[in-house]
């Protein structure tokens, strides 16, 4: 009977193990935080926790006990899940399974399910317990995160600006256009052993570093400035905006880079530009003055050089004088075709003596010589002297830069007749082609085309308007200019110019003749007495009446009493800017209020006035750009009185 009562005793024991271990059990399933269900080999449900009642569909633990497992996946996947369970029962555990899930109801979700083979009491299989976690909301997070992610590549790697990511000082993603403008592949930006400080100019660094310290504080960097180093040492000047963002779980930067070198580049030329546009303002008062005064000096000089015997001392030191005085008119005249551009104001003129002369005095103080070819049968051309001045002393002081070793510069000229059936920029007739051959560095191909474009340069310091400028004022004149360069042999330009009247020879500069007897009444208006007095002296001596006007009211008075008295002017020289006063303008309106066929001819110191240019267009019959050769009055009068 003893034996008998612990038997009983060992049962009761045993028993209450058993239920303890199952209560203990249920406690496990009921604070899971996942479904839980037990199933046979079939995938019958023999239990399941309150939280897969609630997952699929809470219709009481109880009411899921006897369904399939099976029917509660969706159609498409159940062959996956019978590959999932038969792994199960293979290997004993298989964990992630994902599978499209029905509810009760048929509404859908997304589970992540785990499952375990379950043994009997002798090793057998007989059954499985799985764990199941709807992981909807979290797939539809990680979809719309990597819809997000695919946006932000799309956006960035169609965008102009330059975009990365920086996380822990490293780049953690650059777009196309990093690796453009920086020389860099992405996959260098992006590697681990990358400095991206070496991307940013030393005096720029500071910046960098600040914008992060505070964007670790919690702070907004508003945008800024800097300086980038492209790998071949390029600086990019650009604006930056940077925003503190997560990027894999961690904080990052997020930088959106705009490169503005060119547009800094262009507010540097406009500043220089209006500089210059100063200068031009500046430089057309002091020619206007200062032609003037050239023509005092001048005028006095041609006067007294007809006062004295030819053959004197005195006589050849006058005519120095004078020709020192012409040569500052073209001093002048070169700052404000530099300065102020302007309509051509033309005349007839042998171009190889204006390249002989430039040419000189571009080389002067050089270590470079010339080689020179212009034969003197080179057509006259119709051009502004002043202007065509500039275009060759541009080229000559080129080519001396180009050679800073020394060197040659070779410069030839031929006449040229253009056909109408070649191909050619230029319109078909007569050109006079000037060539410039230097020995210098040569300009690179690729740089060929824009040489010739404002601004552009490859020297330091340089403005960039000395080929632009050759480039307009010859295109101004219906010419052309072009060039043809080599790396390490040196460049030729060439420069084509419309020959205008007659064939003929350059001559020497011939000796100022004697004035001819003139005839006839003028009336000189200038503003300045030593001008008007020289002018009207020499007139006098040319033989013509004079009357002199210090201003346009006064030599409208003057012109209205001439009428009066029936002894009218033949012509009126006036000059162009009289400043507080009556203009040539001006005074040319009132004067032919009284006579509609008044003979005016303007006379100014500053030659890029649009009267110098086109003087026939508001009303006169002639122009003298001061400072004048009295000779060249003297005809000029001759003509008018002619016409």
């Not at 102009?160 to 930006?189: D, K, W």
């Not at 200062?290 to 000089?301: C, K, Q, R, V, Y």
């Not at 470079?368 to 002297?385: C, G, N, T």
């Not at 303008?585 to 303007?602: C, F, I, M, S, Y």
Request: proline share 5%; charged share 25%.
């Amino acid at each position: 009977m003893a034996d008998d009562g612990r038997v009983r005793d060992d049962a009761a024991a045993a028993l209450d193990e058993l239920r303890e271990l199952a209560a203990r059990y249920r406690s496990l399933l009921a604070a899971l935080p996942d479904a839980v269900t037990v199933t046979d080999l079939q995938g019958r449900i023999t239990e399941a926790s309150a939280q897969a009642d609630a997952l699929w569909g809470g219709t009481g633990t109880k009411g899921l006990v006897g369904r399939n497992a099976f029917d509660q996946i969706a159609p498409e996947d159940r062959a996956r899940a019978a590959a999932g369970m038969h792994r199960t029962l293979t290997e004993g555990v298989a964990r992630g399974l994902e599978y499209s899930l029905l509810r009760i109801d048929g509404t859908r979700y997304t589970g992540e399910l785990s499952a375990a083979l379950v043994r009997g009491a002798s090793g057998e299989p007989v059954g499985f317990i799985a764990s199941i976690r709807d992981v909807t909301r979290r797939l539809e997070a990680v979809r719309a995160l990597r819809e997000s992610e695919e946006q932000f590549r799309t956006l960035a790697e169609r965008s102009p600006n330059m975009i990365f990511i920086n996380q822990a000082g490293r780049i953690v993603y650059a777009n196309e256009r990093c690796a453009e403008v920086m020389g860099y592949s992405r996959e260098e930006l992006a590697s681990a052993e990358f400095d991206f400080r070496s991307l940013i100019a030393p005096e720029s660094r500071p910046m960098i570093h600040d914008s992060f310290v505070r964007h670790m504080r919690g702070d907004d960097v508003p945008p800024y400035e800097y300086s980038l180093l492209t790998r071949d040492g390029r600086r990019v000047e650009a604006i930056i905006t940077t925003r503190l963002v997560p990027f894999r779980g961690n904080q990052a930067i997020l930088g959106i880079v705009t490169d503005i070198t060119d547009r800094k580049r262009m507010e540097a030329e406009l500043q220089k530009s209006d500089k210059l546009e100063s200068l031009g303002v500046l430089a057309g008062g002091i020619a206007h003055d200062f032609n003037n005064t050239l023509a005092i000096i001048a005028g006095n000089a041609s006067l007294g050089h007809r006062l004295v015997p030819a053959a004197s001392e005195l006589a050849q030191l006058l005519a120095d004088i004078e020709h020192a005085a012409l040569q500052g008119r073209q001093l002048t005249r070169q700052l404000l075709t530099f300065a102020k551009g302007g309509a051509p104001v033309k005349r007839t003129l042998s171009l190889a003596a204006l390249v002989r002369e430039t040419l000189d005095f571009a080389l002067s103080g050089s270590k470079i010589v010339s080689r020179v070819a212009l034969p003197a049968e080179l057509w006259p051309v119709e051009v502004d002297e002043g202007q065509f001045v500039q275009v060759f002393n541009n080229l000559f002081l080129n080519a001396v830069q180009a050679m800073p070793d020394g060197g040659a510069i070779t410069v030839a000229g031929e006449n040229v007749t253009v056909d109408a059936s070649e191909p050619s920029p230029l319109r078909s007739g007569r050109y006079v082609r000037i060539t410039v051959r230097d020995e210098g560095v040569g300009i690179p191909q690729s740089q060929q085309r824009r040489i010739f474009d404002p601004f552009f340069t490859t020297k330091p310091g340089g403005t960039g308007l000395g080929l632009s400028t050759v480039y307009s004022i010859v295109k101004r004149h219906a010419g052309h200019v072009e060039v043809e360069s080599e790396v390490g042999k040196g460049s030729t330009f060439v420069v084509w110019v419309p020959a205008g009247g007659t064939p003929a020879p350059c001559p020497e500069p011939p000796a100022a003749p004697a004035p001819r007897a003139g005839a006839g009444r003028i009336l000189i208006m200038d503003d300045q007495p030593q001008v008007r007095g020289l002018v009207g002296r020499f007139l006098e001596l040319a033989g013509f009446q004079v009357r002199l006007a210090e201003s346009g009211e006064a030599a409208i008075e003057s012109f209205r009493a001439a009428q009066e008295r029936g002894e009218p002017f033949h012509v009126v020289i006036v000059d162009l800017t009289v400043p507080g006063g009556l203009g040539g303008k001006e005074t040319l309106g009132q004067l032919r209020a009284l006579d509609p066929d008044v003979r005016a001819v303007v006379s100014s110191g500053y030659s890029e006035d649009p009267v110098m240019a086109d003087h026939r267009a508001f009303g006169f019959r002639g122009a003298l750009t001061k400072p004048y050769e009295l000779d060249e009055m003297v005809a000029l009068l001759r003509r008018v009185l002619e016409e």
